[in-house]
């Protein structure tokens, strides 16, 4: 399913008594603040609440990886799909284990990538440290318990996002659910092409081409990593991906917008996809 949420670098040498203007923005830029703010405008996917005590408590996105490893059907990430499998009637459980993953793929490219593009930092997403509401929906589906900065460079990202959460997620999913592991990757690839679409449209839309410029860079440096080479092809702001998330199969699916099928396909309910 295609990602559909509804390069400005710290000035380190900027100082108060060196500029005329000392704008509120220029600050956020120079570090992470404790809230936030700078996502707030982009909505959705892209806020992540990090104050007050989440009521009632949240299980920590580590402790869904973990209890989803063991395949049973209790526990959030279990949860979760069943959720999604009601939600959009679908008629076996691994095509809402494809659209969940997708879903929370989305939401952790989101933040960091509209962390890395605005303030030039990018908040540790350590699974212990996220917490998750399988009931949720963004933003209140995730919060965060401390913001620690972290270089906003494409390394960084991929240990943030691709091996700290989407590889365990994959594991936990895979042991319950028949998704092979090309659809996964190409849904973490999706979900990456698609934050970065809606960051750069909101920023081109604010007069924050920079901004922009970043995210599609760090966008094409991190579909070059091992873990989504070869997923698909980004030409310009367009992603074409080589798998299928499973979309068509829903009611009244279709193909999304970056799907590698023209058309929805003819197969047998029991084939693995990918």
């Not at 402790?63 to 008629?91: I, M, N, Q």
């Amino acid at each position: 399913m295609e990602y559909d949420g509804s390069r400005v670098l710290p000035r380190m040498g900027d100082t108060p008594e060196g500029r005329t203007s000392f704008s509120l923005v220029l600050l956020l830029f120079v570090d992470l603040d404790p809230q936030l703010a700078a996502l707030r405008p982009l909505g959705g996917f892209f806020v992540l609440p990090t104050t007050g005590t989440p009521r009632p408590p949240l299980t920590t996105l580590a402790r869904a990886y973990e209890d989803g490893a063991s395949g049973g059907d209790t526990g959030a990430l279990a949860f979760r799909v069943r959720k999604v499998a009601t939600a959009l009637h679908a008629p076996e459980e691994r095509v809402a284990a494809s659209i969940a993953q997708q879903g929370l793929a989305a939401r952790l490219w989101s933040v960091t990538l509209g962390c890395a593009a605005l303030y030039g930092r990018v908040p540790d997403l350590d699974p212990r440290l996220l917490h998750w509401d399988p009931d949720g929906s963004a933003p209140d589906d995730l919060w965060l318990s401390a913001v620690r900065p972290l270089p906003a460079d494409p390394s960084t990202l991929a240990d943030l996002v691709l091996h700290a959460h989407l590889e365990p997620l994959a594991r936990a999913l895979r042991a319950r659910h028949r998704v092979a592991p090309g659809l996964l990757r190409g849904n973490a690839a999706s979900a990456l092409a698609g934050a970065a679409r809606q960051l750069a449209g909101w920023a081109r839309a604010n007069g924050r081409e920079e901004a922009a410029a970043r995210a599609f860079d760090l966008t094409s440096d991190l579909l070059g990593h091992p873990l989504l080479a070869g997923t698909g092809t980004l030409t310009g702001t367009t992603f074409r991906r080589r798998s299928c998330c499973l979309y068509y199969r829903l009611p009244g699916g279709g193909v999304c917008g970056d799907c590698c099928f023209p058309r929805p396909p003819r197969s047998s309910p029991r084939a693995a996809s990918g």
